[in-house]
């Protein structure tokens, strides 16, 4: 075995000052020079755990021998052979968690920064492709079958580009007027550029897919009209975008938004470029965040750039039970995020205008492990405070949207509203519809809905040649 290396490979990021006062990317990428250091730390074990750690199964020790061979088309190649969203995903998604966790390094706290290297390969790629000669996917046998997808989030996507590399028609149906789901509306632009996501969706279109635009399936055609349109299967990837709330006392104050509308108004409709782009939003000077997920950071980090003087992350629990990724906690941390944890809202306080001034929160103590494992917040009696905010963003989750379940007939539904489908397949229990990603498991990561994506794809490909 090589000697092992335990100097893992930082990537550079913007200055926390400066980046608190911008939206441009907050991690600078590796250099050559670091991606040819950090590649040859892998020690290309016989047993590649990390493959098996890859919801997509992407041959990681092989791409990154790519790089350490200096054949950057290659490593290209076999990423893309499994991941058709490497630029998203080597900025978004969990690797620590997932590939990196049981990486052989990871024993001595120093795994393989797969998905730092992951980003370079897509951002190599995306800077060379027009002066370099790359080789394009064969071009598959058509099959003459169609699949409409509906919704272009990372399931979408996913499963779109393997049914179109199987040789089958596909059309992708999306609500919005931009590609792309929940990569535009609800990752801000410092951790994930529009430009990324939209030379993914482009790499997905030049396999053939059809993009339909302001297409919102339940309303121009429901899934049942699709079927009986001419197309012989449906995947349902549309995602989880109904937010939930608290229902408390002054909720419905001005001031209060759901995490969803605070980031689509920012990310989507560009709000952080006002008066440029005519979306205007009220960050105020002190604003607080409620919840403990990516999405909570995300928010508090864009009201900071925003323009806010504090903003406060509030979260019933402990840090150590927090949700979010340690680096984007970190990274709010260093830019001046206040956080106040075992901390939960009890009322907001509003004032004659009928705007938010203020919020009532009680401190939280952990008892006993409740159904996910954690201990349970419970309120400290008399321990009632007020923080005085002008600004509250809620964002303690999403659950799917209940227009497909409405006006599907027949389709199973859990009581959160997510689509029932087999976890291996996604095959629900109408004929001819398949589903995946976060209206089948709620709100959870981009890498587990592209994996999703993938599974069901292959069903569904197994199905229509059986036909």
């Known amino acids: 075995m090589p000697k092992l290396d335990l100097n893992r490979v930082e990537m550079p990021r913007q200055d926390p000052k400066e980046r608190a006062k911008n939206f441009n990317e907050v991690a600078l990428g590796y250099s050559d020079e670091q991606a040819e250091y950090e590649a040859n730390r892998c020690i290309q074990c016989p047993k590649r755990p990390c493959v098996s750690g890859c919801p997509v199964n992407v041959d990681i020790p092989e791409f990154i021998k790519a790089i350490r061979d200096n054949d950057m088309p290659e490593a290209v190649r076999i990423l893309k052979s499994k991941n058709a969203l490497p630029g998203i995903c080597g900025r978004v998604c969990p690797q620590e968690t997932q590939c990196e966790e049981v990486c052989t390094l990871a024993k001595r706290d120093a795994p393989i920064a797969i998905g730092r290297l992951e980003r370079y390969v897509a951002d190599w790629e995306r800077e060379n492709q027009p002066s370099m000669e790359t080789k394009a996917p064969d071009t598959p046998e058509p099959t003459g079958k169609r699949v409409a997808v509906v919704g272009s989030g990372p399931a979408g996507l996913t499963a779109a580009a393997e049914l179109a590399k199987m040789g089958h028609s596909v059309t992708i ?65 549309t995602g989880a975008g109904l937010p939930m709330f608290m229902n408390i006392p002054g909720e419905n104050l001005c001031g209060i938004y759901s995490a969803n509308e605070f980031l689509t108004r920012t990310n989507l409709m560009k709000a952080y470029l006002f008066p440029k782009y005519d979306t205007p939003i009220s960050a105020g000077k002190r604003v607080a965040v409620i919840g403990g997920g990516n999405v909570a950071m995300d928010s508090a980090r864009c009201a900071l750039r925003l323009g806010a003087e504090e903003v406060y992350i509030i979260y019933r629990r402990s840090e150590a039970e927090m949700p979010a990724r340690r680096e984007e906690v970190e990274n709010a941390m260093e830019e001046g995020i206040i956080f106040r944890f075992l901390t939960n809202p009890v009322e907001f306080i509003g004032n004659e205008q009928g705007w938010v001034t203020s919020m009532k929160c009680i401190e939280m103590e952990l008892g006993e492990p409740d159904d996910s494992g954690r201990r349970r917040p419970i309120p400290r009696e008399g321990s009632e405070f007020i923080i005085d905010i002008d600004t509250v963003v809620v964002a303690l989750g999403t659950t799917p949207n209940p227009l497909i379940a409405s006006t599907t007939e027949g389709l199973d539904t859990t009581r959160r509203g997510t689509v029932v489908a087999d976890e291996e397949t996604g095959k629900t229990n109408k004929a001819g519809v398949w589903a995946g990603g976060d209206i089948v498991t709620g709100a959870a990561t981009v890498i587990s809905a592209m994996g999703a994506g993938k599974r069901a794809a292959a069903d569904i490909d197994k199905y229509l040649r059986s036909q």
Do not use: N, W
């Not at 149906?173 to 535009?184: C, N, P, R, S, Y």
């Not at 969706?201 to 121009?220: F, P, Q, R």
């Open 173 to 237: 149906f999306e609500a919005l007027h931009i590609g792309g789901g929940v990569l535009m509306y609800g990752i801000p632009e410092f951790r994930l550029p529009k430009e990324i996501v939209q030379a993914e969706v482009d790499y997905v279109k030049s396999l053939g897919v059809e993009l339909v635009l302001d297409a919102v399936i339940g309303k121009i055609d429901t899934v049942d009209e699709l079927l009986d349109s001419g197309y012989d299967a449906v995947f349902l990837g």
